[in-house]
């Protein structure tokens, strides 16, 4: 493919809302490289829209859908460990739900441009 239509693709990609609303960001089907590169972007993205509600409680959570990996080779999971290894690096406050198939994570732990609370 050429860089346009990887551009493209990349901004559907992003762009798209999942089944579950704009809370919500589904990692499935993406390389590890791409699901962190989309985790980071989105959190990023969340935590501006946080700060810009003036910290409204209904804008506090974001919610990441990782799998657990039951669809890797050999059901061993890539994204989930990744994105968790992301977020402690990242020194955010998450919550594995959905059986570990999903992790919440509350952006109350970050502040504006990523520095610490």
Not at 54 to 65: E, L, P, Q, V, Y
Request: glycine share 6%.
């Amino acid at each position: 493919m050429n860089s346009c239509s990887d551009s493209a693709s990349e901004k559907d990609r992003d762009t798209k809302d999942t089944p579950f609303g704009p809370k919500f960001k589904d990692l499935h089907g993406l390389s590890v490289n791409e699901a962190i590169f989309q985790c980071d972007r989105f959190l990023y993205k969340k935590i501006e829209e946080y700060h810009d509600s003036n910290f409204r409680k209904a804008d506090r959570f974001a919610k990441i859908i990782t799998g657990r990996g039951n669809h890797s080779e050999n059901s061993v999971p890539k994204i989930k460990p990744s994105v968790e290894k992301y977020l402690e690096k990242n020194n955010y406050n998450y919550k594995w739900k959905s059986n570990g198939g999903m992790v919440e994570v509350d952006l109350l732990s970050k502040r504006r441009f990523g520095t610490e609370v």
